[in-house]
Antibody, heavy 119, light 109 residues
Framework: EVQLVESGGVVVQPGGSLRLSCAAS????????MHWVRQAPGKGLEWVSL????????YYADSVQGRFTISRDNSKTSLYLQMHSLRTEDTALYYCAKDIRGGNSRFDYWGQGTLVTVS | DIQMTQSPSSLSASVGDRVTITCQASQDISNYLNWYQQKPGKAPKLLIYDASNLETGVPSRFSGSGSGTDFTFTISSLQAEDIATYYC???????????FGQGTKLEIK
């Protein structure tokens, strides 16, 4: 069974930094592109970042480019999101999500999310 | 950037009704369009991929159609457990980019 478990969300002051983690299990983690997607309270979904299966390629939404860094440790089957220069508009539930094998197209499994509050 | 316009933003229907949600892209996206269901307090769930393909395990009352700029998501016979917010999502490959529609909140009348 695929499981994605996020952690690391806390209350942080504007301008602060935070690192989110996502522990993956139940699938061959190093075969898949992984994503972070966020959802502000009461709002819709926003894609944040992706990392390829080997970490060789990373992409970001314009809203976080230059402030957030996605990484992964395949030996620990874990995904990370390092967040710097946090703004109040970064307040959201952050989900990690798995893509399909060989693709960069859709999010077929999601974690339950970790809440980041910038205040 | 490609913009996705989803409508309606909310919808009230009765059990057994046929429900339709539309999503329009600001430019041609071929069939690069997925649909998700998000129940309150839960993570989104993939229902339809590449415009019209039903994800494994998803009931057949859910369907999708369209290509280019205009897409439709349909529930053929609404069930009480379908109460949720539904999102369309488009993807681009070069470079990878993903955009969600604003969501449609579906309620039981």
């Amino acid at each position: 069974e695929v499981q994605l478990v996020e952690s690391g969300g806390v209350v942080v002051q504007p301008g602060g930094s935070l690192r989110l983690s996502c522990a993956a299990s139940g699938f061959s983690f190093d075969d898949y592109t992984m994503h972070w997607v966020r959802q502000a309270p009461g709002k819709g979904l926003e894609w944040v970042s992706l990392i390829s299966w080997n970490g060789g390629s990373t992409y970001y939404a314009d809203s976080v480019q230059g402030r957030f860094t996605i990484s992964r440790d395949n030996s620990k089957t874990s995904l990370y999101l390092q967040m710097h220069s946090l703004r109040t508009e970064d307040t959201a539930l952050y989900y990690c999500a798995k893509d399909i094998r060989g693709g960069n197209s859709r999010f077929d499994y999601w974690g339950q999310g970790t809440l980041v509050t910038v205040s | 950037d490609i913009q996705m316009t989803q409508s309606p933003s909310s919808l009230s229907a009765s059990v057994g009704d046929r429900v339709t949600i539309t999503c329009q892209a600001s430019q041609d996206i071929s069939n690069y369009l997925n649909w998700y269901q998000q129940k309150p307090g839960k993570a989104p769930k993939l229902l339809i991929y590449d415009a019209s393909n039903l994800e494994t395990g998803v009931p057949s009352r859910f369907s999708g159609s369209g290509s280019g700029t205009d897409f439709t998501f349909t529930i053929s016979s609404l069930q009480a457990e379908d109460i949720a917010t539904y999102y369309c999502q488009q993807y681009e490959n070069l470079p990878p980019m993903y955009t969600f529609g604003q969501g449609t909140k579906l309620e039981i009348k």
